[in-house]
C-alpha cells in the first residue's frame, strides 16, 4: 500500500513518515491533550484524508472550527517547513465536500430524531431519571407499541404520560405500580428538555442515516458537520444524541467485516462530555456499540483531554492513539500524564511519559496498528499540516455553501402528522362526550322521576297497597293483548271482592 492510500499523520525526527493504514480505521481511535496543542488541526487532518479516499466522515464542531475543512488553505512558511521536514514535494491546498447540521436550523440543515428511535434507555439518561421514573418511562413506550401509538415528538410523549396517569390503577395489574409523583417529575424534566431546545430535536422528518454516508462526483467523502457550540452547553443532549447516531449505524448498516476502507469515519469531540455521570448500564451500552460497530465498518475517533476521560473498557478498544502535550502543574496532572503513558507501547528510545509534557503545539506522540492489527511502537510526529483552511470560514460562505448543498429542502419543513398526542386527545375527546351525554340522560331521567313523583302527589290518590302495585307492574310487563286481559280480569275479581 503507497502513502497516497494511507492516511498521513506526520513524521518523525527523522523525517520518516507515520501512516494510519486505513484499512484498520474501524478499530478505532483516541486524539488527546490539553487545550490549544493543536487537537482540533490533527482532527482536521484525518477528516480530511478520509474525505480525498473517498470515506465519509461525521464530527460534531463543538467550537465552530471546523468549518474552514470546506475552503482550500493557504500557502505559508511553517507549512512550507513541515512540508520540506517530511519530504512532501506535492501539497495542493483544497475544501472538501461538506454539509452542515444544526439541531436549531440556523447554521445547517436541522437534524431531528422522533422520541421512538431514541427510546427509553437513551431519553431516561438525557432526562437524568432514577429508576423509577426510568421504569415509567419504559411502560410508556410499551403501552405505546400495544396501543399501535406513535410516539414522534415531546408533546406525544407527554399525552402518553398523562394517559398513564389517568389509568395507572387498570395499567398495575400488568406494569406495576405508577406513582402519580413520578409521572409528574418526568414531566417537569420534559419542560426543562423542551426549553432547552428539545422540541427542535424531535420530531420529523427524522435524519436519514444514509444522508451522511454520500460522496461527490468526485468521489471525494462528504464530511458532515454538526454544529455543536449551543449543544456543549447542554451536555446530556449532545452526548446522548451522538450515541444515538452511533446507535442507528450499528442497527442499521450491515455487517461488512474487515474492508480496505471503512464506510463511515465518526469523530466525538469532547468524548469526556459522554462519560461524565453516565449511569453504569449506559457506559457498558456505549461499550458494546464500540466493540459491534467495527465490524459494520465504522471508525470511532474519541477526542478528549485526557486518556482517563475514558473508561478503560472502551480505551482497551482504541487502536489509534495521538497524544498531544499536558501539562503536569499539580499531582492530578502528573497522574493523568502517567496514564498517558502507560496506553502506548513503549519505544526505549523515547521516554513517553517526560515526552509529553514537553511537546509543543503540533507535535503529538503518535502509535497506530501494522496490518495485522498489532500496536506500533511510540514515535514522536510533527503533525501534518492540514490541505484545508484552518479557522472557520465567514457566514456568508457557509450560506453560500447551503444554497448549493443537495440537502436543501429536505429537512427543512418541519412535519406534524397524526400520533400519539392527537389520538389520545381524539379519545379524550370522545369520552368527554359519552360523559356528557349519559349525564345529560341521568338529567333527562332525574326530571321525568320529578314530574311523575309531582303528578302522582297532585291526584289525591291514596298510596298503591303492594298488592296494587305488584299487579300493576306485572301489567306493564306484558305484551300482548290476551296477557293485558287476564290481568284486567283477575284485578277486576280481586277488587270486586274486595267492594263486597
Not at 475544501?95 to 436549531?104: M, N, Q, R, S
Amino acid at each position: 500500500m503507497t502513502d497516497e492510500q494511507q492516511v498521513l499523520i506526520g513524521g518523525n525526527k527523522t523525517g520518516k513518515h507515520i501512516l494510519l493504514n486505513p484499512a484498520m480505521a474501524n478499530r478505532h481511535g483516541l486524539i488527546t491533550g490539553a487545550t490549544g496543542t493543536g487537537k482540533t488541526v490533527t482532527l482536521q487532518i484525518l477528516a480530511e484524508a478520509f474525505s480525498r479516499l473517498g470515506v465519509p466522515v461525521f464530527s460534531a464542531d463543538v467550537k465552530g472550527d471546523l468549518s474552514g475543512i470546506a475552503n482550500p488553505g493557504k500557502a505559508h512558511p511553517k507549512v512550507t517547513e513541515r512540508l520540506d521536514h517530511m519530504g512532501v514535494t506535492e501539497h495542493s491546498f483544497e475544501g472538501c465536500p461538506t454539509l452542515f447540521w444544526d439541531i436549531e436550523g440556523k447554521t445547517g440543515h436541522p437534524i431531528r430524531t422522533t422520541v421512538s428511535e431514541m427510546g427509553p434507555v437513551l431519553l431516561a439518561n438525557i432526562l437524568e431519571l432514577n429508576d423509577t421514573q426510568g421504569g415509567i418511562l419504559h411502560v410508556a413506550f410499551s403501552v405505546a407499541d400495544d396501543e399501535g401509538l406513535l410516539l414522534l415528538d415531546l408533546k406525544d410523549l407527554s399525552s402518553m404520560l398523562n394517559w398513564l396517569a389517568e389509568n395507572r390503577k387498570e395499567l398495575a395489574k400488568e406494569y406495576g405500580n405508577i406513582a402519580s409523583q413520578s409521572v409528574s417529575a418526568i414531566q417537569r424534566k420534559l419542560l426543562v428538555l423542551k426549553e432547552s431546545g428539545g422540541d427542535l430535536f424531535f420530531g420529523e422528518p427524522a435524519l436519514n442515516i444514509e444522508d451522511l454516508m454520500h460522496a461527490d462526483f468526485s468521489g471525494r467523502g462528504v464530511i458532515s458537520l454538526l454544529d455543536a457550540s449551543s449543544l456543549y452547553s447542554n451536555p446530556k443532549i449532545y452526548s446522548t444524541f451522538l450515541l444515538w447516531l452511533l446507535s442507528e449505524l450499528m442497527e442499521d448498516l450491515p455487517e461488512r467485516g474487515d474492508a480496505p476502507l471503512p464506510k463511515l469515519v465518526f469523530f466525538f469531540d469532547e468524548a469526556h462530555l459522554l462519560f461524565n455521570n453516565s449511569p453504569k448500564g449506559l457506559i457498558e451500552r456505549i461499550t458494546q456499540v464500540v466493540r459491534l460497530i467495527r465490524s459494520k465498518g465504522v471508525g470511532i475517533f474519541f477526542v478528549s483531554q485526557y486518556p482517563n476521560d475514558i473508561p478503560d473498557e472502551v480505551l482497551g478498544q482504541l487502536g489509534c492513539r495521538i497524544q498531544h502535550g499536558l501539562r503536569a502543574f499539580t499531582p492530578k496532572d502528573q497522574k493523568a500524564v502517567k496514564v498517558a503513558a502507560q496506553t502506548f507501547r513503549q519505544n526505549p528510545e523515547i521516554d513517553t511519559e517526560k515526552t509529553i509534557t514537553e511537546l509543543g503545539v503540533g507535535e503529538a506522540l503518535v502509535s497506530t496498528l501494522d496490518p495485522k492489527g498489532r500496536p506500533t511502537m511510540v514515535d514522536w510526529c510533527l503533525m501534518a499540516p492540514p490541505h484545508s483552511q484552518i479557522g472557520p470560514i465567514s457566514s456568508d460562505e457557509k450560506n453560500r455553501l447551503m444554497e448549493r448543498s443537495p440537502m436543501r429542502g429536505r429537512y427543512d419543513t418541519l412535519v406534524d402528522r397524526e400520533s400519539a398526542y392527537e389520538l389520545l386527545l381524539e379519545r379524550a375527546e370522545e369520552l368527554q362526550k359519552r360523559r356528557q351525554e349519559a349525564a345529560a340522560e341521568l338529567e333527562r331521567e332525574k326530571a321525568v322521576a320529578k314530574a311523575e313523583k309531582a303528578r302522582n302527589r297532585g291526584s289525591g290518590r291514596r298510596r298503591q297497597s303492594m298488592v296494587e302495585s305488584v299487579l300493576k307492574s306485572a301489567g306493564r310487563s306484558f305484551a300482548s293483548q290476551i296477557g293485558r286481559s287476564l290481568v284486567r280480569g283477575i284485578l277486576g275479581s280481586l277488587i270486586g271482592k274486595r267492594r263486597r
